[in-house]
């Protein structure tokens, strides 16, 4: 679903970190 982190800028730093 998350395929695009930067898609989501919703998320923390930390979620975005997890998602790379």
């Known amino acids: 679903m998350?395929?695009?982190p930067l898609?989501?800028?919703g998320h923390t730093?930390?979620?975005n970190e997890?998602?790379?």
């Open 7 to 9: 898609s989501h800028q």
């Open 18 to 20: 997890d998602f790379r």
């Open 13 to 15: 730093k930390e979620e």
């Open 2 to 4: 998350a395929s695009h």
